[in-house]
């Protein structure tokens, strides 16, 4: 249904196809058309597998694997494994197991994998620089599935909406899947209230159930934020002390806090009581994660308390451009204020990257770079 609704917005079939086709994946193909949904049209899309080729289940190594070896972009590997990876910790929490005793339906693999990397490059596609999502629809009632009848939200679903926004429409139907619970809470910057935007594209995707007085859909809005200058917002500060854990453990906690949410992350070194030394652990995030970022607190680290605050804070409007310098193509972080471009920032992990492939100093390729990104973008 995302990737439905984001073709019905204008994002073209032809390419999203040849995007996936780079996962190097056979048996499967992908389906549009055009239905009704009520009284509404809606395009529905369908990935049709080929049972014969899928005989065996899959663990998430398997799934990440497969994604590794495909010819998609980085930044699409990088979200559609970060969005398995939860999906299978949702499951693993649900089952009292990890990560990597789950095990993904062979035939539910296929359709979940091209699900979740179309939905990324159908992003991509149409330009996204952000995802803000509404509250979720969690319906009600039974539903069947590999474990017998369980209630909606199904368990995993439920474990991925912790501490994003929900709300009871009164449908008895499953009406987010774990798949879908994945995609949305994992790529969305914000949930709840939609941005202020001047509205280009309003895409319908339809889903397969039909549903009793309301259309089975996914809507979709396609436009441009407001410019308003720095933009104002609110985020919350989520913070704990710590003065008894491994210093080697900081480098996983940092890792799982960025994964639960976190706009930023940093540390700080304090003289506790009895003159201990020790940890502020410090986090901000959107005021809908703050629930994800307390859990990963609690879980890599040994403290026993978070405490948070509201903060109010000005953020420039920025975006991401692909830049081609001397040293080859290089991502480059944009900040407007106003509409005036302020500050250009390549990537420093590419610009390490190629320093290192072409045996060069890191700071010779980042002043080159620096100096193209200046000239290329009008600065």
Request: glycine residues 8%; charged residues 25%; aromatic residues 4%.
């Amino acid at each position: 249904m995302i990737m439905a609704s984001l073709l019905d917005a204008g994002v073209s079939l032809a390419r999203l196809q040849d995007e996936l086709a780079k996962l190097a994946l056979p048996g499967w193909r992908l389906v549009a058309r055009e239905v009704m949904k009520g009284a509404f049209r809606a395009t529905k899309v369908d990935v049709e597998i080929d049972r014969a080729a899928h005989v065996h289940h899959r663990p998430l190594r398997d799934i990440l694997d497969i994604l590794e070896r495909s010819a998609l972009e980085a930044s699409v590997r990088e979200r559609a494994a970060r969005i398995f990876t939860r999906l299978a910790d949702a499951e693993a929490r649900v089952h009292g197991t990890d990560r990597e005793s789950v095990q993904f339906h062979d035939v539910g693999a296929v359709d979940a994998i091209v699900d979740v990397t179309g939905g990324v490059i159908a992003l991509d596609l149409a330009g996204a620089q952000a995802v803000h999502v509404s509250a979720l629809p969690i319906g009600g009632g039974l539903v069947g599935g590999p474990h017998g009848r369980i209630p909606v939200p199904a368990p995993g679903t439920a474990e991925l909406l912790r501490g994003f926004p929900v709300v009871d429409t009164g449908v008895k139907s499953e009406l987010v899947t774990p798949t879908g619970a994945a995609i949305l809470t994992t790529l969305a910057v914000s949930a709840g209230r939609m941005p202020a935007l001047t509205l280009e594209a309003v895409g319908y995707g339809a889903g397969t159930k039909d549903l009793p007085d309301i259309p089975n859909v996914l809507r979709c809005f396609l436009g441009q934020t407001v410019d308003r200058g720095a933009a104002d917002e609110t985020v919350l500060q989520v913070e704990t002390t710590i003065d008894d854990m491994s210093p080697q453990l900081y480098e996983t906690l940092i890792e799982r806090i960025f994964d639960a949410g976190a706009l930023d992350v940093f540390l700080q070194p304090v003289i506790m009581k009895r003159g201990r030394p020790g940890v502020v652990v410090t986090a901000l995030c959107v005021p809908e994660r703050v629930g994800d970022l307390s859990r990963a607190l609690f879980e890599e680290s040994t403290t026993i308390g978070v405490r948070w605050s509201e903060w109010r804070r000005a953020r420039l409007q920025r975006e991401m451009v692909e830049v081609t310098t001397a040293y080859g193509t290089i991502p480059f972080k944009v900040s407007r204020l106003g509409g005036r471009i302020v500050t250009i920032t390549p990537e420093f992990a590419d610009v390490a990257r190629i320093a290192r492939e072409k045996s060069l100093p890191v700071r010779e390729v980042l002043d080159q770079a620096r100096a193209d990104g200046r000239r290329l973008l009008g600065q």
